[in-house]
């Protein structure tokens, strides 16, 4: 009897594992190859959808960039803030974000200023 037991709390905890999955957003170093042959280099702001729950946003700035990440309601709000920088070279940063279905919605800010995506790829 305790072996099914087990059995039985075992399995319901994988699957209660399966199908949750938490905010995460981290800037990534090493972009997957089939998310790589989908960015677009004229764009600044680019998300790539790569499942449900995941995707990738890329951004480019000229300066040096810090993220804040904040929820509410239903609302995943990035704000991107980028610092004054004399160099005009363009640095890309690549951000993994991972989100559950309690976000319905994705508002970007770039220093404060609501920010349309310039794409948006699904796979």
Same mark, same amino acid.
């Given at each position: 009897?305790?072996?099914?037991?087990?059995c039985v709390l075992f399995t319901a905890l994988i699957l209660t594992?399966?199908?949750?999955?938490?905010l995460s957003f981290s800037e990534i170093e090493i972009v997957p190859d089939n998310v790589q042959?989908?960015?677009d280099s004229s764009y600044k702001l680019q998300m790539?959808?790569? $499942? /449900?729950d995941t995707s990738y946003i890329i951004f480019r700035s000229k300066g040096a960039v810090t993220t804040e990440?904040?929820?509410k309601d239903g609302t995943l709000t990035i704000n991107f803030n980028e610092e004054k920088h004399d160099d005009n070279e363009v640095g890309?940063?690549?951000y993994k974000l991972t989100r559950g $279905? /309690?976000?319905d919605t994705?508002?970007?800010?770039?220093?404060?200023?609501?920010?349309a995506f310039d794409d948006i790829t699904i796979q």
């Open positions: 009897m305790n072996k099914v037991l087990y594992g399966c199908n949750s999955s938490t042959d989908k960015i790539i959808t790569e $499942s /449900e990440v904040t929820t890309d940063y690549f $279905s /309690e976000f994705i508002d970007v800010l770039v220093n404060g200023q609501s920010t």
